[in-house]
């Protein structure tokens, strides 16, 4: 813990949506945020906004699409000489209506580079900052989605996740390859994609580090966010539609505020202090709604493939992955 007596938090993409409220309710619970965002002049805003007092965050640029903005993150925080008592990461884009795949400067499709690979990057070199930590209740948390189980009402939607045998991950995902698959891109699929190696690595982690570091690793899906950001490169109409639609018609509508409340309880709170759960409060909200421990999907729980898929992010992140087993 700092000297000034409040435990540290780092959340990605917290210049907008769940990521933004995650910290307000964090700030709110007492805790210093470190706010990891591309925008800085935007988080500065929405902070201000929230009337956030700037004595109890800070912030500093990440690019999760860049791995070496991923590098310069670390380096940057450990700078500011605050320990890290708990890492969550939110940040992630979609882009349903991309025809052609984006690469980002590291060669590697962007979808997939921002929400698993910088992500995963980060989780192992913040890894060796939680074990130094002094505080009693490290947590790693990671954000889920229904959509990356096809058992689920909300993943049962085509295209479904499926990460093959891992074939785009082993051909280093070198041009015409973008899908982790190695199928033909899918803007939506490689989104779907991505998820589900949020949740391998979070049960990855839970696997390899629990045990010896004591360090909790969950995932959460906070309910349908349905008016998030996220959506922000759908089509108009449909972002006008599905907040409607989850309110008036599946009864699935979560807003960005308790959903970030709900970030909050299980970055923090002794309900959630169960290593390698997936929290999720369902498909359909009621009053009091309690979130419950949820089976992943059968992609999500295949420990063979979380392993080869650990290994090989390794390699295009260049990390020593024999290090890490």
Same mark, same amino acid.
């Given at each position: 813990?700092?000297?000034?007596?409040?435990?540290?938090?780092?959340?990605?993409?917290?210049?907008?949506?769940?990521?933004?409220?995650?910290?307000?309710?964090?700030?709110?619970?007492?805790?210093?945020?470190?706010?990891?965002?591309?925008?800085?002049?935007?988080?500065?805003?929405?902070?201000?906004?929230?009337?956030?007092?700037?004595?109890?965050?800070?912030?500093?640029?990440?690019?999760?699409?860049?791995?070496?903005?991923?590098?310069?993150?670390?380096?940057?925080?450990?700078?500011?000489?605050?320990?890290?008592?708990?890492?969550?990461?939110?940040?992630?884009?979609?882009?349903?209506?991309?025809?052609?795949?984006? !690469?980002?400067? *590291?060669?590697?499709?962007? $979808?997939? =580079?921002?929400?698993?690979? @910088?992500?995963?990057?980060?989780?192992? %070199?913040?890894?060796?900052?939680?074990?130094?930590?002094?505080?009693?209740?490290?947590?790693?948390?990671?954000?889920?989605?229904?959509?990356?189980?096809?058992?689920?009402?909300?993943?049962?939607?085509?295209?479904?996740?499926?990460?093959?045998?891992?074939?785009?991950?082993?051909?280093?995902?070198?041009?015409?390859?973008?899908?982790?698959?190695?199928?033909?891109?899918?803007?939506?699929?490689?989104?779907?994609?991505?998820?589900?190696?949020?949740?391998?690595?979070?049960?990855?982690?839970?696997? !390899?580090?629990? *045990?010896?570091?004591?360090? $909790?690793? =969950?995932?959460?899906?906070? @309910?349908?966010?349905?008016?998030?950001? %996220?959506?922000?490169?759908?089509?108009?109409?449909?972002?006008?539609?599905?907040?409607?639609?989850?309110?008036?018609?599946?009864?699935?509508?979560?807003?960005?505020?308790?959903?970030?409340?709900?970030?909050?309880?299980?970055?923090?709170?002794?309900?959630?202090?169960?290593?390698?759960?997936?929290?999720?409060?369902?498909?359909?909200?009621?009053?009091?709604?309690?979130?419950?421990?949820?089976?992943?999907?059968?992609?999500?729980?295949?420990?063979?493939?979380?392993?080869?898929?650990?290994?090989?992010?390794?390699?295009?992140?260049?990390?020593?992955?024999?290090?890490?087993?």
């Amino acid at each position: 813990m700092a000297q000034d007596g409040k435990p540290t938090v780092v959340i990605t993409g917290t210049s907008s949506g769940v990521g933004l409220y995650g910290a307000k309710a964090l700030l709110d619970r007492g805790w210093h945020v470190v706010m990891a965002c591309r925008d800085i002049s935007k988080m500065e805003k929405a902070a201000e906004s929230l009337g956030m007092s700037p004595d109890s965050y800070t912030i500093i640029h990440l690019d999760l699409g860049s791995l070496e903005s991923v590098r310069r993150f670390v380096q940057h925080f450990r700078v500011i000489g605050r320990p890290l008592d708990a890492l969550v990461c939110n940040a992630a884009i979609y882009m349903p209506l991309q025809k052609e795949p984006l !690469r980002g400067p *590291d060669g590697y499709e962007l $979808t997939m =580079t921002t929400n698993h690979l @910088g992500h995963f990057l980060l989780c192992n %070199l913040m890894l060796e900052d939680l074990k130094k930590s002094s505080y009693p209740d490290r947590r790693l948390v990671i954000l889920g989605t229904v959509t990356h189980n096809p058992d689920e009402l909300g993943g049962k939607i085509p295209p479904r996740p499926d990460l093959g045998n891992l074939e785009g991950f082993a051909a280093g995902f070198k041009d015409p390859i973008t899908m982790i698959d190695g199928k033909d891109y899918e803007p939506v699929k490689a989104y779907k994609d991505s998820k589900v190696c949020n949740v391998l690595t979070m049960r990855e982690l839970h696997r !390899r580090y629990h *045990d010896m570091t004591g360090i $909790t690793f =969950t995932s959460l899906y906070p @309910g349908c966010v349905a008016d998030t950001p %996220l959506f922000r490169n759908h089509y108009p109409l449909f972002q006008k539609l599905f907040p409607w639609f989850q309110k008036n018609v599946t009864g699935g509508y979560v807003s960005q505020e308790l959903a970030g409340e709900r970030v909050a309880a299980v970055v923090a709170d002794e309900d959630y202090k169960q290593s390698g759960t997936y929290w999720s409060w369902g498909n359909r909200q009621k009053q009091g709604r309690q979130a419950f421990a949820q089976k992943v999907s059968p992609q999500a729980r295949d420990d063979a493939k979380a392993e080869r898929l650990w290994d090989l992010s390794a390699e295009l992140v260049g990390l020593p992955s024999l290090v890490y087993r």
